[in-house]
Nanobody, 120 residues
Framework: VQLVESGGGPVQAGGSLRLSCAASGIIFSVNAMGWYRQAPGKERELVAVISPGNSAYYYADSIKGRFTISRDNAKSAVYLQMNNLKSEDTAVYYC??????????????WGQGTQVTVSS
């Protein structure tokens, strides 16, 4: 199983980034997909989750209205569009897969992460 994130980097506050995660080795269409983040010295935070059929979502309160999760089952890819970025969004962002397909619950597979750094 491989989950490979891309799209991170430096950005100024108020800017946007789009993270991508390419999955292989799993039946992507049955997995719920999520994004976590971890800032230095802080616990890992669940940011957003999308169900296999796009029928259910979860968003952390800290990013509601600014971030959007989406997926393309044909490409085995999940995305995180991040708008109006703030310095507190600075973190390593991780893609994760849950083979049970539920928006709630533990994740089974993880990517290596991509760094997002927001400067004010």
């Amino acid at each position: 199983v491989q989950l490979v994130e891309s799209g991170g980097g430096p950005v100024q506050a108020g800017g946007s980034l789009r993270l991508s995660c390419a999955a292989s080795g799993i039946i992507f269409s049955v997995n719920a997909m999520g994004w976590y983040r971890q800032a230095p010295g802080k616990e890992r935070e669940l940011v957003a989750v999308i169900s296999p059929g796009n029928s259910a979502y979860y968003y952390a309160d800290s990013i509601k209205g600014r971030f959007t999760i989406s997926r393309d089952n044909a490409k085995s890819a999940v995305y995180l569009q991040m708008n109006n970025l703030k310095s507190e969004d600075t973190a390593v962002y991780y893609c994760a897969a849950n083979y049970r397909g539920t928006v709630q619950g533990n994740f089974d597979y993880w990517g290596q992460g991509t760094q997002v750094t927001v400067s004010s």
